[in-house]
């Protein structure tokens, strides 16, 4: 099983930018599709991008499309979501998860299907 953890929350201010980062250990992310969740306070946990094994396959809800970009570094066994141009409704803890498929291509976006879990870092965004 892979252990997660993530870094790179903050305080910042609307229009600012932040770089989220998910480490993992115990086993190489490269054998997992890995996706960021967030969750506001009093709202459900909501899918926020994912990235296949490969790494060539990513997925976004729709209220982040062109602000955030996920992606991974196999030689550091992380996987990162730039967020740009945030906007308060951003704020939430942010939690990244791994998924194990025997597809390379194939990129998960249901919270069922993620095994490991990060502890999360909270997100701030002030308007």
């Known amino acids: 099983q892979v252990q997660l953890v993530e870094s790179g929350g903050g305080l910042v201010q609307a229009g600012g930018s932040l770089r989220l980062s998910c480490a993992a250990s115990g086993r190489t992310s490269s054998s997992y599709s890995v996706g960021w969740f967030r969750q506001a306070p009093g709202k459900e946990r909501e899918f926020v991008a994912a990235i296949s094994r490969s790494g060539s396959r990513t997925s976004y809800t729709d209220s982040v499309k062109g602000r955030f970009t996920i992606s991974r570094d196999f030689t550091k066994n992380t996987v990162y979501l730039q967020m740009n141009s945030l906007k308060p409704e951003d704020t939430a803890v942010y939690y990244c998860?791994?998924?194990?498929?025997?597809?390379?291509?194939?990129?998960?976006?249901?919270?069922?299907?993620?095994?490991?879990w990060g502890q999360g870092t909270q997100v701030t965004v002030s308007s």
């Open positions: 998860a791994a998924a194990s498929t025997p597809s390379s291509i194939v990129v998960v976006t249901t919270a069922p299907s993620f095994g490991s």
